[in-house]
């Protein structure tokens, strides 16, 4: 993990047994992730406190392979070595974790500085009196994340296009987040260089993961009714039902996070995914080119709507 502690060259070595036990090297496995799945889970916040000297976590999921977590704590790494591992080891790993094998674990990093980039652009409205929308999604994940960040991509062009030709009462602003693995940190400088835009927005529409992911039902969370019923409606002009809601309170979704803590306005949409953050989420099997268009079309006309309300 990105954000955890890191070894010598040499690495440490160790008693291999569960996490919690007397050994060296703790072993855990992280359980499937779900669409409504946004907190680090309790596994993770074990491990991080854990007095191991390393950390072995085996990845779940509901198919074979390696699903990698998020570096939330990317700027402020802390505890342990923890070292991801795929879960066709998960067998084996617990057999040498019980009969106490030793094992090294290397994790030897080390951090250059490197520049990344937000996107953004303006769709002017035509009463700058008015409160402007904001339409985030974001731009950077794991491996080629072509359904987890690459429908949400598809419906922010979409959205800018149809609003762009459509000149509305709101101004518009768009965002394409860098950083969204590694902290969010695409946000953190976005909201940085506009300090009153999280209330003075009239609401931040989050372009939520996987739309489109063939057989995947999907979950929407609004911030308030208003704006889960605007939503609703927009899906179903396209045939789209909503499998799920959340509750206006509960824990809001990856940048929204810092909207929500702000006291801002938000709706977003995110589908679930057999194929989160592993390498696997590849074009063209994980997207459905037609359901995605839906979502697309459903969401951009939506947003002509909202655009023009005042």
């Not at 268009?293 to 655009?307: C, H, P, T, V």
Request: proline letters at 5%; a neutral charge.
């Amino acid at each position: 993990m990105f954000d955890g502690g890191f070894t010598s060259a040499d690495g440490v070595s160790g008693r291999l047994g569960p996490l919690g036990s007397d050994a060296e090297i703790g072993l855990a496995e992280r359980p499937t992730e779900t669409v409504g799945n946004i907190a680090e889970v309790d596994v993770i916040l074990r491990a991080r406190r854990s007095r191991h000297k390393a950390v072995v976590l085996i990845t779940g999921a509901n198919r074979p392979g390696l699903f990698l977590s998020n570096a939330s704590k990317f700027l402020n790494p802390s505890g342990p070595p923890i070292l991801q591992l795929s879960n066709v080891e998960s067998v084996w790993l617990q057999r040498q974790a019980q009969q106490g094998t030793s094992a090294t674990i290397v994790a030897y990093v080390k951090r250059v500085s490197a520049e990344a980039v937000n996107v953004t652009a303006t769709v002017p409205g035509r009463d700058p009196s008015l409160a402007p929308l904001v339409v985030m999604a974001p731009r950077s994940g794991w491996w080629q994340c072509v359904s987890e960040q690459g429908s949400r991509i598809l419906c922010w062009l979409e959205i800018m296009r149809s609003l762009s030709a459509a000149k509305p009462r709101r101004a518009c602003y768009f965002v394409a987040l860098s950083g969204h693995e590694l902290g969010f940190m695409g946000m953190a400088s976005y909201l940085e260089r506009r300090q009153e835009i999280i209330r003075r927005a009239e609401a931040w529409i989050f372009i939520g993961s996987d739309l489109g992911q063939p057989g995947q039902p999907n979950l929407i969370h609004a911030s308030d009714d208003s704006l889960e019923q605007w939503l609703v409606t927009a899906l179903a002009q396209q045939g789209l039902p909503v499998d799920a809601k959340e509750q206006h309170c509960a824990a809001a979704r990856g940048e929204t996070v810092a909207v929500q803590r702000g006291g801002g306005r938000f709706v977003t949409s995110a589908c679930a995914s057999s194929v989160f953050h592993s390498v696997g989420d590849r074009w063209p099997e994980v997207v459905d080119v037609g359901l995605l268009a839906r979502y697309a079309k459903a969401i951009s006309e939506g947003m002509s709507d909202l655009a023009e309300r005042t």
